[in-house]
């Protein structure tokens, strides 16, 4: 099955200028643009953890596989180039499966121009895995860490939270289009990113921890989408509930120096960016209201850890530290 295969699969990848040897050698040949740094990052999707495969197309499986490994580049400020593909594939209809969950996997490499430049295929008595090694470039030393946040720092999202199970996380959108536009800026500096795989306030409060800051965060200014809507009306939760905990949003969590927010904030209102809070110098996460400083309890999906629903669709779609997320009084 692997050679046959290989050569279809061959014949339908779309070659790009970064990858001088592909498919077909003991590994690949990779160019790297001169005074740029290799960004590399990997994720594996599990049958009956992350999908299923009767329930959800294999090609939006391949897709999602491919794309929240790109939008783990994006939180890097990365520019993709290549991806190396893994399919631990079940015995039964191997070669269908294959070809289907490739069908995603190439549509999200021409949308999000990356060459597929090699990996492995596997044949087992078990469940269908995908595994992706995603590799991209940056300038050198201007890689975007969760380290770097500030005090005083302007805290921003890129787009609307919540709600992604009802559909959105099987067609996740890396932000790689604000990435490509922040670093046409010329001089600006991203303090701070990481992306929302795992729940709003869950991924801040890790990028806080990263950082050793703590963020104050205006519930209120949060973008709520439209699907954390429905959502609380089937749960019984309240729409910033699904916003600041359900996770697989893929968007970016954000640290900017409060006069490049204002250099940056009318040019890019289209892309989405939203300011949410201000990172400060005591730790923890807190919303300001009617009572004064109030702390937040973060709430997403924990790896490993117990699921409240049925399945996640991939990491996101349960509470684990905390079911009801909206600020609890606490002392200042």
Known sequence: MEQSFLAWLKGRVRGLPAVAVGIGDDAAVIDLQPGCQLIATTDEIIEGVDFLIERHAAADIGFKAMAINLSDLAAMGATPTAALVTLSLPAERSTEIAAAVYEGILEAAQRFQVAIAGGD???HDGALAISITMLGQVPSGQAWLRSGAEEGDCLAVSGPLGGSLVGRHLRPLPRLDLVRALRDQAGLRVHAAIDISDGFSLDLDRLCAASGVGAEVDTAALPIHPDAVTRAAESGRT?????????????????????????????LGELGLHRVGTFLGRTGLWSRGERGLQRMLASGYIHGGRRNGVLPPSRGDSSDSAEHPEPEVSGP
């Not at 970016?252 to 940056?264: Q, S, T, V």
Request: charged content about 30%; proline content about 9%.
């Open 239 to 267: 729409p910033l509930e699904h916003a600041l905990g359900d996770g697989e949003d893929f968007e970016l969590i954000l640290a900017f120096a409060p006069d490049d927010w204002e250099r940056l904030s009318q040019p």
């Open 121 to 123: 295929l596997s044949i």
